[in-house]
């Protein structure tokens, strides 16, 4: 895939995310065990659609995820920034045995993929000595949508073999995978990456990321067709 190719958003100031690029669009829905615990996604089918297409961040639009221009009748503000520290500076190496865990808590947006009511990635990193629970570690790093963790063993990463789309996580985020660039308006393309969470509430402290104050708020938002 070309540079030119590649699925490009551009989050403009106190407005949409806009398109600058065809994109494809997808429901991804959180599937969750009889204890309420996120277990994996699950998604939806796909919508393509055109350069130039707006998609609400400022949770308030009646056509979501798209916008209806709503944001500038509630004087809305995007309050976006940019960290200046690389990923590489943001991300902490915990070590384990035959895996370390990288964890940039900057990205999270709480999706809750990283544990259970019983365990956590962060726990059974101290049993990784037990393969079938380093393997059960790397799987749950898989699932994280935003980014914050990955698994690396042998000094690869390892991360999900993810569509270059965005998917619509139904009262949560914009969820970008497969190399997605994003460009906020006035400021460089953000650092590439497979997987990242734009926030889609209007609440979020990290703005353009989502920081999972969309739970906090009860964000009423469903997926596609919605
Ligand atoms: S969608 Fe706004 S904080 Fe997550």
Partial sequence: MTTDSVPHLLATPNGPFVTTTPVVLRTATEVMSEH?????????????????????????????????GTHAEADWRSTDT???????????????????LLDDESLCMHAGLCGT??????????????????????????????????????GARIEPALPAEVHVVPGGPLWLTGGV????EGHDTLEAANRRTLCRCGASGSMPLCDGTHGEIDFDAGGLGR
């Avoid at 629970?133 to 914050?148: E, K, Q, Y």
């Avoid at 660039?181 to 906020?184: C, K, L, N, R, Y």
């Fill in 36 to 68: 309420g615990e996120p277990m994996t996604w699950s998604f939806g089918p796909p919508t393509r659609v055109d350069v130039d297409t707006a998609l609400c961040r400022c949770g308030r639009s009646d056509e979501k995820p798209f916008c209806d």
């Fill in 82 to 100: 940019v960290s200046s520290a690389s990923a590489d500076e943001r991300t902490l190496r915990l070590a384990g045995t035959g895996v370390t």
């Fill in 181 to 184: 660039a994003v460009t906020v």
């Fill in 117 to 154: 009511a019983r365990t956590s990635v962060w726990s059974m990193l101290e049993e990784t000595d037990d393969s079938e629970v380093r393997g059960s570690m790397i799987r749950m790093t898989l699932g994280c949508p935003s980014g914050r963790l990955t698994a690396e063993v042998d």
